[in-house]
């Protein structure tokens, strides 16, 4: 949000924004600034409003600096934006006072000024804050997929909980299985040759989306499952379940819906290190 792209973007885009809207609805009593025609009057006002940005300008080439030293909170984001339309609303209402003789009531023109300039900053601030923030999903996506082929690639998985947080990183050597727990998953992994266990709040479902491709497939809807490690799929009384030949390590079900699935993938999987 702070980047400087994007503070040329915002200042750019309120800027038109205010010249559409002052010259479309006349506010801040601009009617009676000119008596003039009104493409004279788009001229006017046109060097007015770039003056009166003049204010944006200034207060985001400071939020720049700021932002580039220190973190700027939700809280004081708001209160700069209310200075800046305080600011803004305080420039319109000199003006107004000075070119309308006939205004004289300095606190009614104020307040007007405020709602207006309220209206000119915070319509086009809110917009862009949707379609910056949008954008920045889509970079954190792209980054997430990046971070996902670069850990096929590398053989290790990252692990983040389901605010984005990372926790653990495990490599495809070492990774076991996950198994489902309410609304956390726990991830078996062999540490020194043990089985060991790691608490994780996510979704079984978020991470058969992270790392189906990976090969560590769903094989039933509490269980995913490293193909690396499967030594034998057996079939029982009880149905497919998948033998890691790991000591202590349960055989891993396999429900109906994951069997032809798991059996293709296993029937094709390479062993590890071909």
Known sequence: MHERSNLVRLVLFTALFALVFINTYKPFSSGA?????????????SLIILTGMGVVILSRVLMYFRAR????????????IAAEVFFMALFYTIYTLSVNEGERDVWHTFRGAVINTALVLLLP????????????????LQQI????????RSGVFSFRDEKGDFRL???RSSLLYIEASDNYVTIWYLNKGTATRFLLRNTLKALDEQL??????RCHRSYMVNLDH????????EGISLDLGVEKVPDIPVSRRYA?????????????GT
């Open 33 to 45: 600034w000119y008596d003039v025609s009104d493409f004279v009057f788009f001229v006017f006002s």
């Open 69 to 80: 030293r220190h973190a700027i909170t939700v809280g004081q984001y708001g209160a700069w």
């Open 125 to 140: 601030y809110t917009i862009l804050h949707l379609y910056f923030s949008r954008k920045e999903q889509a970079r954190q």
């Open 145 to 152: 997929e990046e971070e996902h082929e670069a850990a096929g």
């Open 169 to 171: 990183s495990v490599a």
């Open 212 to 217: 189906a491709g990976d090969g560590i497939p």
């Open 230 to 237: 499967v030594k034998v799929i057996r079939r029982g009384k």
């Open 260 to 272: 032809e699935q798991i059996t293709r993938l296993f029937a094709r999987w390479p062993s590890p």
